[in-house]
């Protein structure tokens, strides 16, 4: 579980998941090397991300089963470095107003495959990526 508290109403939050042109400043940023990002925000729908950091080549490729706008997103996705997978995962965003923020808590269920990435690991991409947010977040305000 990690959890921020944003200076946005819940509505600007889930807008930075939903909206490709938005989510693609802060989790499929070309500048940090991502080379493919393509977002169909939609129960059922995909998403996809290729990039590159430090040379390796990861993919995170997602599918939405359940979305409730500006409280709750929940999609199943698959991690490979190259073309090993990595991990399968379950995530949770939840969203909440604190003051005239957001609460967002991000709950994850995972199995990380062969020793190749670990829930320590998985915790501290996932801190990056929500800082990131923060960031984009504080951009367009």
Partial sequence: VVERTYDASP???FAAWAEPERKARWFGDPEQGVSEFEL???VGGREFNRGT???QTYTFEA???DIVPEER???AYDM???ATRISVS???VELKPDGDGTRLTYTEQGAYLDGLDSPDQREGGTGQ???ALEEYLARER
């Fill in 73 to 75: 997103i929940v999609y």
């Fill in 40 to 42: 169909d925000f939609r």
């Fill in 11 to 13: 509505a600007r939050v």
């Fill in 63 to 65: 599918r939405y089963q």
């Fill in 80 to 82: 490979h470095f190259g």
């Fill in 90 to 92: 379950l995530g949770t």
């Fill in 129 to 131: 990526l929500l800082d």
């Fill in 53 to 55: 950091v430090e040379g």
